[in-house]
């Protein structure tokens, strides 16, 4: 993917810091790494919105000291089922215009969140454990969700969030492109930013003690395995940002309440735009679940 002069600037700036506080200390070269880690690029320019935005209503939540704010889209219907779309890192919920006119089309309740330090979302960090209390967060002052839809990073969000969920199996979670394996992203960042090896297992010793848990605990396939929701999990096999690699040896296992969609030329961000794609969701979405769960 490339990347724009402000990120290139960006990523010039924490390689010459990280690189500099690591020659004294590997502790704190793994905490400044970190907080490259969690900070989205942003976007100079104010994107257009949507007509469908025009029509939602206005809605937030208090995440960790923070607002975030989202839209809200009523149904006609009295008990119309609530689904949940969250972008990806560095993304906005405006990226999902078609998706939140499909499924109002079709009688659905949306909800669609800007994450912490995304669009109109207060916050500067966005990690996979601030993203996941967002999208419980949201759950219990809109929920109960009947699916979420979520791309990238918040795929991995999403999984966390649905894990600790009552009634999944009453549940559908949509995955497009998921951050399979976070031990891959952190691979990603030091092959981007070179490092000492002390510096690296620092950053794991930081990770594993701000989370309490092991950075495979991270990972969107530790949680299908045992999650009892019905999954929709959509890849292309050229994904150059959450790649194929980690999803290929799914394939050949049998994960029960997961299913999945593989595609070829799209990439990372083609994938959730095409029409087919959509439609593909649209249908699981739409068909019958383990349970009436309203």
Avoid at 67 to 77: A, D, I, N
Avoid at 159 to 166: K, R
């Amino acid at each position: 993917m490339k990347m724009k002069l402000s990120q290139r600037l960006m990523l010039k700036y924490y390689k010459a810091k990280i690189r500099t506080i690591g020659m004294v200390s590997a502790e704190k070269a793994a905490a400044e790494a970190f907080d490259l880690f969690s900070t989205p690029f942003k976007s100079k320019k104010n994107p257009k919105i949507p007509p469908i935005f025009h029509q939602s209503l206005p809605a937030s939540v208090e995440v960790r000291g923070i607002t975030v704010r989202g839209f809200h889209w009523k149904s006609e219907l009295a008990q119309a089922r609530k689904v949940l779309i969250v972008h990806g890192f560095s993304s906005y919920s405006y990226k999902f215009e078609q998706y939140i006119v499909s499924l109002k089309k079709e009688g659905f309740e949306v909800l669609a969140f800007d994450a912490p330090g995304h669009g109109i979302s207060d916050g500067k960090r966005i990690n996979a454990l601030i993203y996941r209390d967002t999208i419980l967060a949201i759950e219990a002052q809109f929920g109960p969700l009947y699916g979420i839809i979520a791309h990238s990073m918040g795929g991995l969000a999403a999984s966390l969030a649905m894990e600790s969920m009552s009634n999944t199996k009453e549940r559908k979670l949509v995955l497009i492109a998921p951050a399979t394996e976070t031990k891959r992203a952190i691979e990603n960042l030091f092959t981007q930013i070179p490092v000492k090896p002390a510096v690296k297992q620092a950053f794991d010793q930081y990770v594993t003690a701000l989370a309490g848990k092991p950075i495979s605990y991270f990972s969107v396939a530790r949680v299908v395995r045992t999650l009892d929701a019905r999954v929709l999990w959509i890849h292309d096999e050229t994904d150059a940002i959450c790649t194929f690699e980690d999803v290929a040896p799914l394939l050949s296992e049998t994960i029960p309440s997961t299913e999945f969609f593989i595609t070829k030329g799209l990439g990372h961000n083609q994938v959730y735009k095409e029409a087919s794609t959509r439609d593909r969701i649209l249908h699981f979405i739409q068909s019958p679940s383990e349970g009436d769960f309203l």
